[in-house]
């Protein structure tokens, strides 16, 4: 079975951390895109973060994020990940990660650029 799990969401206070894991299973992730989005209520799934396919794997943040997030991958583990620091009221949303042929952070269409969605975890910074 083709599958990305999630793991690591929660509560977190303004100007915390809290690192996001996604699992592959099925699939080799380091043949693939991958990155991290977030959907908040109301509003359209925003790409965060990828990494390319291409042999030099590239690196993209959103302006959002940069400075704040970090992706990267575990290819012993199959597994992605994102750190989270300084968080923010804003940053409040359902994280995804997701894998597929090319590194897109911007689209009409989302979801419609990857082969592979995780479930979303939800992550919430409160005070």
């Known amino acids: 079975q083709l599958e990305l799990v999630e793991s690591g969401g929660g509560v977190v206070q303004p100007g915390g951390s809290l690192s996001l894991s996604c699992a592959a299973s099925?699939?080799?992730?380091?043949?693939?895109?991958i990155g991290w989005f977030r959907q908040a209520p109301g509003k359209e799934r925003e790409g965060l973060s990828c990494i390319s396919s291409s042999y030099d794997r590239s690196t993209y943040y959103a302006d959002s994020v940069k400075g704040r997030f970090t992706i990267s991958i575990d290819k012993a583990k199959n597994t992605m990940y994102l750190q989270m620091n300084n968080l923010k009221d804003e940053d409040t949303a359902v994280y995804y990660c997701?894998?597929?042929?090319?590194?897109?952070?911007?689209?009409?269409?989302?979801?419609?650029?990857?082969?592979?969605w995780g479930q979303g975890t939800q992550v919430t910074v409160s005070s």
């Open positions: 099925g699939f080799t992730l380091e043949y693939y895109a």
């Open positions: 997701a894998a597929g042929e090319r590194c897109i952070l911007e689209s009409v269409s989302m979801i419609d650029e990857y082969d592979y």
